[in-house]
Structures are given as structure tokens and as C-alpha cells.
């Protein structure tokens, strides 16, 4: 046994004698006798790791501290920057943990070394850790050393760079998707990926607390009518036939629930034929996907309320956090007082019906729309009284854009009240408005005057223009609400067709009785969305798992029983044999990491996104196929 051992260290020593040089060579040799005693106690393992670890380094490049002063370190990484100082030679070294300041003296190998390497080459330094003394850089976790290089071995060299990595030289964005590699080497971006990492585990982590199983559901799975376009992919074996990537595991978690589990999650991907948004990724992204079965839906907002409040106190320290419960704000509510249904509740600026007031006045337009069945709705904002008449010309001016006829101002004084209708209301209308409104010197109350919900959807855009503006978000905090009550049908614009408004496996508030005898568009559904700072993070709902009721929610929508049959049989015929109630939700990841990361863009959260246009610029794709994988598929190119 000893004798095979010694043929494998001898093969190790050819391939050491390759990197390292001939005194480090004589040293391994006298570790190969200590190799063969460790070997007797069962630590040769152990030995042959640490030896192959020193090959490239000791510390890693955030590491070092000044505790470490004098010893002699060996750190490898990427050459972050250089400066030439009188002849000695500065690097900033950088690895996945941090960076590292190495100088190189005049004359010696090292500063030959790095005088003609570029920045980005990997190399390997050995030195001397020493104190920089009274040149502390208290912006670095290595501030107190920095390491005299005795030298430099390059295991990789870089070529001219298309782009700046230690500088942001705001860089086109498909340069940056291009050469992807090279943008995640950047701090910001690279710590951003980081985070998400951390995010996931965290989820991973809390979610097993809680008693949830992590399943894999398919990727590739059949097509089915969820609101965006699949990913088709052709089948080999069955000609004009086709797999669809899946937009979201819904059919597949609510089988586990049918099958007897009980608490599903996965982190999984979805795949979805859509245009790029800031917010949402053409393509493909990740959500946490959750399922429970015997709950209801405040048992599923207990579970995600636990999670978000532990999550995000760990992972924004210092931030205020929404919890331990969040609000809960029917879409209704919501869509009337900030005109969206995932409102920003870090600032106020919430929406009022003024038409009773309003009517008591005579003689106006703003009258004449009450009287005419429609509706003024109003926001306050306080401290601008002193704004320019061209501040209120662009709020005009952004409405009208957004679809409204005017934008109607009052603005109180210490005296008196200004703006574009204050002699058109009588003193008394001005007083009830500015006690509902409760403003006060310097505010100003602006109104849109047209259908309720139009005047509230142009409002509630019009509030978070002022919020950009005017900085009215609170710093430094995540605020939480839940949206519920969603409807479950709405009217399609185009069509005129009913149609489902949200999830279509949604159990109806009423069940059946509420289908038969109730106006569709009067119907709510138990769904509902978590929201944080204005931004959806999740859909979610309690399930229809009931077959009859299924079919009558479909048959509303304009679907056929065949139709149901066909595109959803699985499900289907698994409720026919004794499904559970159940219900869940699927946060984001994406969005989630967004947040966190205060950024504004979703690609700044993802490894290797794709551009606007939905490709990716590093791999090239889409491509196009050969004609041996077209035939193989039964597939041909039809000309445009």
C-alpha cells in the first residue's frame, strides 16, 4: 500500500514541478516523507489539501489583517488597479472576498512582473504582510497591511479590456451583457449576486423551519393558457408535436397537494415569452413557489409574513422592516386611494373623493362633472406652496399626457388661497376641502376631475411623479401590504369578452352560488399579492379544487368543458378523485434580490440576463439551427 502511495506522490511532484519553483520543489519532497507517516494516522487527505491549497494561496484578498503583520502570505487574484508612485509600484489585488494592497519595489522581479502585465490578469503573489501605519484606508476591510511582493508568478494573462472593471465607465449595456463575465467582476454587481445567493439560502432555510418539503416539478411539460406566451420545443419522437417550458409549476404543485404532501416550496424557474420591463426579465426568472394544503388564507399570509419580516431584518440590517402582519388592503381600496394595486406606502399623498363637496359649489366645470354621474378625486401635498407656476404647468401637463382634461389647484396661504380654480369655489368649499384634505399653509391640493377609477389610475401616477421629485419616500425601510378581494373576472377591451382577471385556478368568494347567480364582474376571488415599496412580489391564491366549479369558473371565460378537459386533464381528473383544499403563492426571486439590492433594474439581480430584445448577447442566442437538427425535428423554415 505504502509503495502505490509513493507512485501517486510521485506523479503529484511532476505535476507540482510545473507551477512551482525549485526551492518550494526540495520542500515538498521532505513533505512526501511526512505525507507517508500522516497517512498511518489518516490524515494524508488533509496534508495533501493544504499543501495544494498553498500552491495558489494562504490568505484569500479580503482576509488579512493587522493582525497578520510580518507573516509571509501568498494571495492570488485579478489586478484590480496600478499606480506607479516614484518608481514603487502599488496593486490593489482582487478575489471573490476582497482586495488587497501589494507593492512592488523597484528593480526587483515583482515589479517587473506587474509593470508588464495588465490589468485583470491572474497572478499569484508571495510577500511579506506589513504595516501601512499611519496610511490606513478605513474604505477597505484590509486597510491596516498591505503585502510586500517578493514575487509574481501570472497564471492567466488579460488582453485589452472592452470595458472598465475597477471604474465605472457607464458602459452601453450590450457591451455589458456581451462581456458578462467581466461586468459580474465589477463590485457592485458582483456583491449583488452575492446577495442573491444569500437570499436564496435564507429562503431555503426558513422555509424547512416552517415544515415545508422542497420539490422539482417538470420543465418540460405541455402547453396551457396562463396569460403569456410559452416557450414551445418541438418533440423528435412526435412529429408536429410540442413541449412547452413552464410558465410557473402551478399544475404541478396543486397535484403534490392532491398526492398527499402537504407543504410544498421550490425555487423554481419560470419561462415566459414576454417583453422586458425594468422589473421583469424576458425569458425566464425564479420564484419561490409555495403550496399548502387544509389552509386558509390568512394561514398562507402568516407563513409569507414570517418569512419577509426574518428575511429582510437579516439581510438589510438597520432597515424598518413592515411586521410582524402586514396591512391587508382590498384591490378596491387600493386602486381608489393610490390608484394602482400595488401601492408605495413609504409616503402619503393618498387619494379623496371630493365629489360632495364639489357639489355643493355652482357654475364650474368641476360641478358640471359631478352632476354628470363622474367624479373629482384629489391629493394633497404639503411644502409647495412656494413652487414656480411652471412646477404646476408640468403636473399639468404629465396628467394630460396620462389621459386627463386638466389638472385643477388650489394652493393655501398664510392669507389667502391660489391655483387655477380658486375663483371658481366659493370660500366655503375651499374651507371644507382644505379640512378633508388636511391641508395647511404651503400645501396644495390637486384634482382630476373624470370617471371615478380613471381620476384615481391618473392620481396615483401623478403621486409617485411627486414622490420622485419631491424625495417624499421614507429612507431607508421596506413596507409590506397585502392586496386581496382581487375580482375574479374582468372585461377584455378589446373583445368586449369576459375573461379571468388574475389566476384562473382561483376558488371564487361564494363558490358555485356566486357563478350561477352573481354578475361575473361583480365576482371576487381568494387571491391576493404581497407588495413592498410599490412592487408586486407575488401573486397567490386559494385553489378551485372543486371539478364542477372548475369548469362553470371556464365556461365564464369562454372556455369549453373539452377545452378544460384538454388543457388542464391532469388536474382535472386528479380533483375527481378526492383533492384537498388548499392554496399558495409565488414570490419573486428576482424582485426580491432587487429590493435589497436597491436597484432599479432586475438585470443588475441576474447572472447572465438577456438584453431588452430578449437575447443574449453573450451566448448568441437565439441561433439558428442546422438543418441536420431541423430534420431530425420534422421541422422546416417557412420564408417570410
Not at 174 to 189: P, S, T
Not at 240 to 254: E, M, V
Not at 539 to 557: C, D, L, Q, T, V
Request: charged share 25%.
Amino acid at each position: 500500500m505504502l509503495i502505490r502511495l509513493w507512485g501517486q506522490l510521485i506523479e503529484i511532484l511532476i505535476f507540482v514541478k510545473k507551477l512551482i519553483s525549485q526551492s518550494r520543489l526540495l520542500l515538498f519532497t521532505k513533505l512526501c516523507g511526512t505525507i507517508l507517516v500522516a497517512y498511518a494516522t489518516g490524515v494524508a487527505t488533509l496534508v495533501c489539501k493544504e499543501i495544494i491549497m498553498n500552491m495558489y494561496r494562504t490568505h484569500t484578498c479580503g482576509e488579512l489583517r493587522g493582525t497578520d503583520v510580518g507573516k509571509v502570505v501568498k494571495l492570488s487574484g485579478w489586478i484590480h488597479r496600478k499606480r506607479d508612485l516614484g518608481g514603487m509600484l502599488f496593486v490593489t489585488l482582487r478575489d471573490n472576498y476582497g482586495i488587497t494592497q501589494v507593492l512592488a519595489n523597484p528593480g526587483t522581479d515583482a515589479w517587473n512582473v506587474f509593470n508588464e502585465t495588465r490589468v485583470e490578469s491572474v497572478v499569484t503573489v508571495e510577500g511579506k504582510v506589513l504595516s501601512r501605519g499611519e496610511n490606513v484606508n478605513k474604505d477597505m476591510a484590509t486597510g491596516e497591511i498591505e503585502v510586500e511582493a517578493t514575487s509574481v508568478i501570472v497564471q492567466s494573462q488579460a488582453d485589452v479590456l472592452p470595458m472598465q472593471v475597477a471604474d465605472d465607465d457607464n458602459a452601453p449595456e450590450d457591451i455589458r451583457l456581451a462581456y458578462r463575465f467581466l461586468d459580474l467582476r465589477r463590485e457592485k454587481l458582483h456583491n449583488n449576486i452575492l446577495l442573491r445567493s444569500k437570499v436564496i439560502a435564507g429562503i431555503r432555510k426558513r422555509m424547512i423551519e416552517m415544515g415545508f418539503t422542497e420539490f422539482q416539478t417538470p420543465i418540460l411539460t405541455s402547453s396551457s393558457p396562463e396569460g403569456a406566451r410559452d416557450y414551445l420545443v418541438p418533440s423528435r419522437l412526435y412529429p408536429g408535436k410540442f413541449y412547452a417550458l413552464p410558465q410557473a409549476p402551478q399544475q404541478f404543485k396543486q397535484l403534490l397537494m392532491v398526492s398527499g404532501f402537504d407543504k410544498y416550496f421550490q425555487i423554481a424557474p419560470c419561462f415566459r415569452d414576454e417583453d422586458a420591463r425594468a422589473d421583469r426579465s424576458p425569458g425566464e426568472f425564479y420564484q419561490l413557489d409555495v403550496e399548502m394544503s387544509f389552509c386558509t388564507q390568512d394561514e398562507i399570509f402568516e407563513a409569507m409574513e414570517k418569512l419577509f419580516v426574518s428575511l429582510f431584518t437579516e439581510l438589510a440590517p438597520g432597515f424598518k422592516v413592515t411586521g410582524p402582519t402586514f396591512p391587508r388592503i382590498s384591490y378596491e381600496l387600493a386602486m381608489n386611494r393610490w390608484g394602482c394595486d400595488k401601492p408605495d406606502l413609504r409616503y402619503g399623498l393618498e387619494i379623496e373623493d371630493v365629489s360632495d363637496i364639489i357639489a355643493k359649489s355652482e357654475g364650474n366645470f368641476l360641478k358640471a362633472t359631478v352632476d354628470g354621474g363622474k367624479a373629482v378625486r384629489a391629493i394633497c401635498v404639503d411644502n409647495v406652496g412656494d413652487k414656480s407656476r411652471k412646477f404646476y404647468s408640468n403636473l399639468e401637463s404629465f396628467c394630460k399626457e396620462n389621459g386627463a382634461a386638466g389638472l385643477a389647484t388650489l394652493i393655501y396661504t398664510d392669507t389667502e388661497v391660489k391655483g387655477t380654480v380658486a375663483k371658481l369655489l366659493p370660500d366655503e368649499v375651499k374651507a371644507a376641502l382644505k379640512d378633508k384634505m388636511n391641508a395647511k399653509a404651503g400645501s396644495a391640493i390637486l384634482m382630476v376631475a373624470d370617471e371615478k377609477l380613471k381620476a384615481s389610475v391618473i392620481l396615483g401616477k401623478l403621486r409617485i411623479k411627486l414622490a420622485d421629485e419631491l424625495d417624499l419616500r421614507e429612507k431607508n425601510a421596506f413596507r409590506f401590504c397585502w392586496i386581496n378581494d382581487f375580482p375574479m373576472f374582468e372585461k377584455d377591451e378589446e373583445t368586449g369578452q369576459v375573461i379571468f382577471s388574475h389566476n384562473p385556478f382561483s376558488m371564487p368568494q361564494g363558490g358555485m352560488d356566486a357563478l350561477l347567480n352573481m354578475d361575473p364582474l361583480t365576482i371576487k376571488a381568494y387571491q391576493y399579492d404581497i407588495v413592498c415599496n410599490g412592487i408586486e412580489l407575488s401573486s397567490g391564491a386559494i385553489r378551485n379544487h372543486k371539478p364542477e366549479i372548475m369548469y362553470k369558473a371556464f365556461e365564464i371565460a369562454g372556455y369549453d368543458k373539452s377545452v378544460v378537459d384538454e388543457k388542464f386533464g391532469g388536474m382535472i381528473r386528479a380533483f375527481k378523485f378526492g383533492a384537498p383544499p388548499h392554496g399558495g403563492i409565488a414570490p419573486g426571486v428576482d424582485r426580491i434580490t432587487m429590493l435589497l439590492a436597491n436597484e432599479q433594474n432586475i438585470r443588475e439581480v441576474i447572472c447572465f440576463p438577456m438584453n431588452q430584445k430578449a437575447q443574449d448577447l453573450l451566448m448568441q442566442a437565439p441561433c439558428e439551427a442546422t438543418e441536420k437538427q431541423l430534420k431530425e425535428l420534422h421541422l422546416k423554415i417557412a420564408e417570410d
